[in-house]
Every structure is written in structure tokens, then in C-alpha cells.
């Protein structure tokens, strides 16, 4: 899964929130997600205002010492003009 952003105002057929990007499918790392989820950001920063939410699916990292991925300030103001809501899922890894 690791990101999956949608557009819960835009429905499906049948009432599902429309997926608008999968980015990273195979990428469990949250470094790698955040910098890939930032670009997503500046390059869709014009979508229309919605209610969208990025959903970002990571494992722990064996190799951690600490810090891990970040959300900029730039990002935040995006997604609050977007009106893009950021959930952090955390999933056991194989």
C-alpha cells in the first residue's frame, strides 16, 4: 500500500472515495515516503480544494538510530489549503 492518497468528496460508483495516486507501492521505508509525498505535494499543490486524505503505510526500520521521515512547513500549508488529512499506518514487516 505505502501511500495511498484519495478525494473523499469524489465517490465512485459504488460510494468509494476515488484513489487519485499510489506512490511507492513497494517502498515500505517512511524517509523514502516522506521525500516522495513532499514532491507529490508540490507537484499537485494547484488540485482543487477537497477533502483528501494520504494515507502512508511504513514498517520500522531495523536499521533506525533515530529520526525518520518529516513533514516541512510548506507541506502542511499545502495540505491545509488542499484540505488533505495525513494518517501514518504502521504495519509489521514480513
Not at 513497494?26 to 524517509?31: A, E, I, Q
Not at 513532499?38 to 486524505?53: C, I, T
Not at 499545502?78 to 504495519?91: A, N, V
Amino acid at each position: 500500500m505505502p501511500i495511498k492518497i484519495s478525494d473523499h468528496l469524489n465517490k465512485d460508483d459504488n460510494g468509494k472515495s476515488t484513489v487519485i495516486a499510489w506512490l511507492l507501492p513497494d517502498n515500505w521505508r517512511l524517509p523514502d515516503q516522506m521525500k516522495a509525498f513532499e514532491s507529490w505535494l508540490q507537484e499537485n499543490r494547484s488540485l482543487a480544494p477537497s477533502k483528501y486524505s494520504a494515507d502512508i503505510g511504513f514498517s520500522p526500520r531495523e536499521d533506525a538510530l533515530g529520526g525518520g521521515g518529516k513533514v516541512s512547513i510548506e507541506s502542511m500549508e499545502i495540505m491545509l489549503r488542499l484540505g488533505l488529512e495525513l494518517y501514518l499506518s504502521e504495519y509489521p514487516e514480513d
